[in-house]
């Protein structure tokens, strides 16, 4: 009798019911560490290296026990079965750029206002819990949430990891810090977001501290920031043992990030920084090893791709997951989406959108990967998907696109030792997709299956996995 025969009959009620009770959509809770075995599928580990195939994955409580394949991992006899035949397991994906306070709609302009008039802080934390959870039902396990009110980023964080909601995991920035009066600093997005103002280094600092101390993860450094606002926030920041994020355009900008010692450039070569950067800046970051996330597909190929096929705005998906109150406000705000101010430069962003996503893929710098995810059309339910398929069509190898929304993505979060990969002492986040993303990276839109901390929160697990009088005789 083969061990997954023997598993399916030895599957046990207990952890039959936990697994079902966790796909009902009722809060998972704490539970006795369970074991649990996705079995048969191919396996993508997030190294670069040939993926294994007809797989298996054992997990215990939150954490990855073994992984090879199935021929050769031994799995428990009181293992939970999940048959993955004939797709394909990989990590879970990480999201390095995403923002829950949006998803997807229009204009900040009408959107904050909104939320403050339909309820305010209590409309704000269901708009955030909605994105969270439209995240990890997309396969993105954790989320780099980049500018948002320090509170709620806080507590949606902390309620997500004590389970009390469903949501990918949260790593927070809070507010964003950026320089009083420079260029996209202020108006409806600067409070949307909860933009702290600047007018000084020491005053950087001082925020930077704040944060911290509140308990952030990270730091965003946003518009207008001079060398020195950017050695401020970074001391601030390494003194607390926390990474900083800027969010840098122009050749300037970057180099000052650069030089700063920003950990992560974040939109670098999107969104019209024409023309791509000259060879000495990309020669420096690629010297220095410092990631750089070009948050390409959002506006440049979002436009162009809704252009084509404007009923994606319409998704079922979004109707589900919004209800009916947001969703129809976002429906008005893209009634006609063509002429929203997000989009104004579009047409000269999507001129040079491929040279400045190539220039870094040819120049072999550290890519991670992040999509701005809920600005206008980019929807947390294939933000990440979108993007990754950008790299790919710009000569990214499918292998390295998801080594990089993964293991890299990691790495660039400070969670290498714990995320990004399926190897024995890993945290347990994993996707099971329906077809394989070496052959056509879309399928990463066909997440079937998602496990986070080894739970399962998405899958037909219940169709799966048989109580022990089900599969007697057989
Ligand atoms: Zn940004
Ligand atoms: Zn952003």
Same mark, same amino acid.
């Given at each position: 009798?083969?061990?997954?025969?023997?598993? +399916?009959?030895?599957?046990?009620?207990?952890?039959?019911?936990?697994?079902? #009770?966790?796909?009902?959509? %009722?809060?998972?809770?704490?539970?006795? @560490?369970?074991?649990?075995?996705?079995?048969?599928?191919?396996?993508?580990?997030?190294?670069?290296? @040939?993926?294994?195939?007809?797989?298996?994955?054992?997990?215990?409580?939150?954490?990855?026990?073994? &992984? *090879?394949?199935?021929?050769?991992?031994?799995?428990?006899?009181?293992?939970?079965?999940?048959?993955?035949?004939?797709?394909?397991?990989?990590?879970?994906? !990480?999201?390095?750029?995403?923002?829950?306070?949006?998803?997807?709609?229009?204009? /900040?302009?009408?959107?904050?206002?909104? !939320?403050?008039?339909?309820?305010?802080?209590?409309?704000?934390?269901?708009?955030?819990?909605?994105?969270?959870?439209?995240?990890?039902?997309?396969?993105?396990?954790?989320? !780099?949430?980049?500018?948002?009110?320090?509170?709620?980023? $806080?507590?949606?964080?902390?309620?997500?990891?004590?389970?009390?909601?469903?949501?990918?995991?949260?790593?927070?920035?809070?507010?964003?810090?950026?320089?009083?009066?420079?260029?996209?600093?202020?108006?409806?997005?600067?409070?949307?977001?909860?933009?702290?103002?600047?007018?000084?280094?020491?005053? #950087?600092?001082?925020?930077?501290?704040?944060?911290?101390?509140?308990?952030?993860?990270?730091?965003? %450094?946003?518009?207008?920031?001079?060398?020195?606002?950017?050695?401020?926030?970074?001391?601030?920041?390494?003194? +607390?043992?926390?990474?900083?994020?800027?969010?840098? /355009?122009?050749?300037?900008?970057?180099?000052? %990030?650069?030089?700063?010692?920003?950990?992560?450039?974040?939109?670098?070569?999107?969104?019209?920084?024409?023309?791509?950067?000259?060879?000495?800046?990309?020669?420096?970051?690629?010297?220095? *090893?410092?990631?750089?996330?070009?948050?390409?597909?959002?506006?440049?190929?979002?436009?162009?791709?809704?252009?084509? =096929?404007?009923?994606? $705005?319409?998704?079922?998906?979004?109707?589900?997951?919004?209800?009916?109150?947001?969703? #129809?406000?976002?429906?008005?705000?893209?009634?006609?989406?063509?002429?929203? *101010? /997000? =989009?104004?430069?579009?047409?000269?962003?999507?001129? /040079?959108?491929?040279?400045?996503?190539?220039?870094?893929?040819?120049?072999?710098?550290?890519?991670?990967?992040?999509?701005?995810?809920?600005?206008?059309?980019?929807?947390?339910?294939?933000?990440?998907?979108?993007?990754?398929?950008?790299?790919?069509?710009?000569?990214?190898?499918?292998?390295?696109?998801?080594?990089? &929304?993964?293991?890299?993505?990691?790495?660039?979060?400070?969670?290498? +030792?714990?995320?990004?990969?399926?190897?024995?002492?890993?945290?347990?986040?994993?996707?099971?997709?329906?077809?394989?993303?070496?052959?056509? !990276?879309?399928?990463?839109?066909?997440?079937?299956?998602?496990?986070?901390?080894?739970?399962?929160?998405?899958?037909?697990?219940? #169709?799966?996995?048989?109580?022990?009088?089900?599969? +007697?005789?057989?």
């Amino acid at each position: 009798m083969s061990s997954i025969r023997r598993c +399916r009959i030895l599957v046990s009620a207990s952890a039959v019911a936990c697994v079902v #009770a966790c796909l009902s959509g %009722a809060a998972p809770r704490a539970q006795a @560490p369970g074991r649990l075995a996705l079995v048969g599928g191919m396996l993508i580990t997030g190294y670069e290296v @040939p993926p294994i195939h007809h797989a298996a994955v054992v997990i215990e409580g939150p954490r990855i026990v073994a &992984a *090879g394949p199935a021929s050769e991992v031994k799995v428990p006899a009181d293992a939970t079965l999940i048959d993955t035949s004939g797709r394909v397991m990989l990590p879970g994906l !990480i999201e390095t750029h995403g923002h829950l306070v949006v998803l997807g709609h229009g204009s /900040y302009e009408t959107w904050f206002p909104w !939320i403050a008039s339909h309820g305010g802080d209590a409309m704000l934390t269901r708009v955030m819990e909605i994105s969270a959870k439209q995240l990890l039902m997309a396969g993105v396990t954790t989320t !780099i949430d980049l500018g948002a009110p320090l509170a709620q980023s $806080l507590s949606i964080r902390d309620r997500i990891n004590r389970g009390e909601i469903v949501g990918s995991r949260m790593l927070v920035s809070g507010p964003w810090i950026a320089r009083l009066g420079a260029a996209g600093a202020g108006g409806a997005m600067q409070v949307g977001f909860g933009g702290l103002n600047i007018s000084t280094s020491a005053e #950087a600092a001082r925020e930077t501290e704040r944060l911290a101390a509140a308990g952030v993860d990270h730091i965003k %450094a946003h518009s207008g920031l001079t060398l020195d606002d950017y050695k401020a926030i970074v001391d601030a920041a390494h003194a +607390r043992r926390i990474k900083v994020y800027a969010h840098v /355009y122009a050749e300037q900008d970057v180099r000052h %990030a650069l030089e700063a010692g920003v950990d992560v450039l974040q939109h670098v070569g999107s969104a019209g920084t024409a023309p791509p950067y000259s060879k000495e800046l990309i020669t420096d970051i690629v010297n220095a *090893g410092r990631p750089v996330v070009v948050t390409a597909a959002h506006r440049a190929w979002v436009y162009p791709d809704t252009a084509e =096929f404007p009923e994606r $705005l319409q998704d079922p998906e979004l109707k589900k997951a919004f209800g009916a109150d947001i969703y #129809a406000e976002v429906q008005r705000s893209l009634a006609s989406w063509w002429t929203l *101010g /997000y =989009f104004q430069r579009t047409d000269r962003e999507m001129l /040079y959108r491929e040279r400045g996503v190539k220039q870094f893929i040819e120049s072999g710098a550290v890519m991670g990967m992040g999509t701005d995810s809920g600005t206008p059309m980019n929807f947390h339910s294939e933000a990440l998907w979108r993007e990754i398929k950008v790299h790919v069509d710009m000569g990214m190898t499918p292998m390295r696109a998801i080594a990089a &929304a993964t293991r890299v993505n990691a790495q660039i979060i400070g969670k290498g +030792r714990e995320l990004g990969s399926i190897e024995p002492g890993k945290i347990a986040d994993l996707i099971v997709v329906n077809g394989n993303p070496l052959f056509d !990276i879309t399928a990463l839109s066909h997440v079937d299956l998602v496990v986070k901390d080894g739970l399962v929160y998405k899958g037909a697990v219940a #169709a799966a996995v048989r109580p022990p009088t089900a599969s +007697r005789g057989k």
